[in-house]
């Protein structure tokens, strides 16, 4: 079985890096370098993946800077995603279990009732997770180092889609 799966990448506005999602007057590109010239309205960093939840407050579920979710596109011949303003509301669900397998992806949509997850319990006896949001998937975050292991599904309804080409 061939899955074709392609990891995003997360961008977090005003964080240093080595790689930049610049946002120009109407138009995204994505940098290793800032050139004066660029004349960058807002300024997106990349960032481990796993470490967006530094950027999400888990309490109250809103994002506390703005996010951008990216992955390869090589039909446009650059990036596709969108875009998470600052303080954008989030429904977090939280899937736990000692194996898990989602077969959702970021950038699909889902309702509520939905399927979003299998897991595996102590007892091995294969579990459905079932979705309490609905609206696009931003981010799945895995944590696999934590026992029982878990993902945090990411899920919002107020997003910008974004098209970044890249600056070599």
Not at 22 to 50: A, F, H, M, Q, R
Not at 81 to 88: A, C, N, Q, S, V
Not at 99 to 106: A, D, G
Not at 123 to 137: A, F, P, T, W
Request: proline letters at 4%.
């Amino acid at each position: 079985m061939k899955v074709d799966y392609v990891f995003p990448e997360a961008y977090v506005e005003g964080v240093e890096s080595h790689k930049y999602l610049c946002s120009l007057d109407d138009s995204y590109i994505v940098t290793t370098t800032i050139y004066k010239d660029l004349n960058c309205k807002k300024l997106y960093g990349l960032v481990p993946y796993e470490k967006t939840m530094e950027y999400i407050d888990l309490v109250e579920a809103y994002t506390k800077r703005s996010i951008a979710v990216l992955w390869s596109d090589k039909s446009k011949g650059g990036y596709t995603g969108y875009l998470l303003g600052e303080k954008t509301p989030l429904c977090l669900q939280e899937v736990r279990g000692s194996s898990i397998y989602v077969p959702r992806r970021e950038g699909d949509t889902i309702r509520v009732g939905e399927y979003v997850a299998y897991t595996v319990s102590g007892k091995m006896e294969v579990r459905k997770v079932k979705s309490k949001c609905e609206g696009l998937i931003a981010l799945i975050i895995d944590r696999p180092w934590e026992e029982p292991r878990r993902t945090l599904l990411v899920v919002v309804s107020e997003y910008r889609e974004i098209n970044a080409g890249e600056n070599t």
